[in-house]
């Protein structure tokens, strides 16, 4: 009987055991998942910030008292690079949201200069910065459902009882800069 009951015991202790492991290892696969998706974004926040001094070349060439506006996207463009190099969601979520604000303008000198809607440079700037958003709302997208699946595996039993033991906490969500 005691016999039994030792197996019983030990039986349980490694059920317990592999489900600590499981879970250990589901949370950190998950947090891994969250730092790849941010870093996705990341790879589309530089990308797009190295576009900007072309696009500020080519429409300070045809509109060269448009400065004010031109250094807004230049500040803003710093901003995002600083951002990027930071742990802060927050932070990359605002100078993105700033950096959209400042190419607004910019993009809407074509309509008040035709030379510069007429440049092929311009253009093909415009189509690579649409690209790039496009490439950057998707990568928002995963950042986003990854942090999803980490919180709520941080959340639900049983592995919210092995969640402190992994070092890993909850993140924050990418919000979209509208």
């Known amino acids: 009987m005691v016999r039994l009951l030792l ?17 250990y290892n589901k ?16 790879v589309e926040l530089t990308r797009r910030a190295a576009l900007i001094p072309s ?10 008292h448009e400065r004010a506006i031109l250094d807004h996207v230049a500040d803003a463009r710093t901003a995002l690079t600083t951002a990027t190099s930071g742990k802060s969601v927050a ?5 993105d949201k700033e ?11 074509a309509e008040s200069y035709p030379q510069l809607n007429s440049s092929n440079n311009f253009g093909s700037l415009q189509d690579n ?22 919180n709520r595996l941080m959340s639900t039993m049983p592995w919210m009882f092995v ?4 070092g890993v906490s909850e993140r924050e969500y990418y919000q979209t800069p509208r």
């Open 91 to 95: 932070q990359r979520s605002a100078a």
């Open 163 to 166: 969640a402190p033991l992994s």
């Open 99 to 109: 950096l959209d604000s400042a190419l607004a303008p910019v993009l809407a000198l």
């Open 55 to 64: 696009l500020v070349h080519t429409v300070q060439t045809f509109a060269t």
């Open 129 to 150: 910065l649409a690209d790039t958003e496009n490439k950057l709302a998707f990568a928002r997208q995963y950042y986003n459902d990854a942090v999803a699946t980490l």
């Open 27 to 42: 949370i950190r696969s998950a947090d891994i998942r969250v730092a790849e998706a941010l870093s996705g974004i990341d």
């Open 7 to 23: 197996i019983i015991a030990l039986l349980l202790a490694v059920l317990v055991l592999v489900l600590f492991v499981v879970g």
